[in-house]
């Protein structure tokens, strides 16, 4: 096996395999083990909570941030910003960080779905269910994973302080906004967009560590990711001065 196909399984491969095990582990103690345990003695509550809490107003807004995370969208954003990334920079670290983010964790939810059987919340759903079940949530995962990783994108590029943290700010919104208003809409329970977090988040992680890092190496075949003299910072480190 190639040093190249080596480090990938290590890197990569192996890191998500394990998260994917965490996911697994994580449904079942919500749906078999802690259903009569604390917080999650509660999510029928909340559910209904904001189930009572609906408006036109609100329904408006639930509908935008939910359409933001649709697979739809959320493939058409990935694509366009990987080839903007592309184009501006002239590289592929970024592009493939960014594809990979979204498609690891979209693996991640389809197949965790396949394993874990939940419920979707017993109030009024203001959208058509799709054939998975509510844990984790989709939308919630596939928002974090793409504008997080635009985030960590843009914020390395940024050139201040004040500027790292506005594009931190207002993309982490987005997957926060979408994690509500799929409880709002009454699709999701808690628990199931506080997995899609650690899922979407984890899944940037591991693919800022694999190919935004340049401190690590991929042996003699060396990916060709990046051109001589290219200022990508290693993974959470500033770009920035």
């Known amino acids: 096996m190639s040093d190249v196909a080596v480090q990938i399984a ?3 491969l192996l890191p998500v395999a394990l998260l994917f095990a965490v996911m697994v582990g994580l449904g079942l103690l919500v749906t078999r083990v802690l259903t009569h345990t ?19 107003g609100w329904n408006d807004v639930s509908l935008v941030f939910s359409t933001l995370a649709s697979t739809q969208i959320i493939v058409v ?12 920079l002239h590289r592929w670290r970024e592009p493939i960080f960014l594809c990979a983010a979204v498609s690891a964790q979209a693996l991640i939810f ?3 779905t396949m394993v874990i059987d939940r419920n979707r919340p017993a ?26 990783g635009l985030a960590v994108l843009l914020a390395l590029r940024a050139r201040s302080t004040p500027a790292k943290v506005t594009w931190w700010t207002l993309l982490v919104l987005v997957p926060v906004g979408v994690a509500l ?7 999701h329970h808690p628990s199931d967009v506080v997995a899609s ?20 190496t991929w042996g003699r075949a060396n990916l060709s990711l990046s051109r ?12 920035g001065g």
């Not at 954003?77 to 501006?88: D, E």
């Not at 977090?197 to 690590?216: H, P, Q, S």
């Not at 001589?228 to 770009?239: K, L, Q």
């Open 10 to 12: 290590r890197r990569v």
């Open 38 to 56: 604390w917080p999650f003695t509660v999510e029928d509550a909340v559910n209904r909570e904001f189930a009572g809490d609906r408006s036109s």
């Open 77 to 88: 954003v990935t694509v366009l910003a990987a080839l903007v990334l592309r184009l501006v």
């Open 110 to 112: 389809l197949f965790t």
């Open 123 to 148: 109030v009024e759903h203001m959208d058509a269910s799709p054939p998975t079940s509510s844990f984790p949530s989709g939308h919630t995962s596939a928002a974090t994973a793409l504008y997080v």
């Open 181 to 187: 208003t799929r409880m709002y809409r009454g699709m």
């Open 197 to 216: 977090f650690v899922n979407g988040g984890t899944c940037v992680a591991i693919m800022a560590r694999a190919v935004l890092d340049r401190t690590l």
């Open 228 to 239: 001589p003299g290219d200022d990508v910072a290693p993974a959470g480190a500033a770009a």
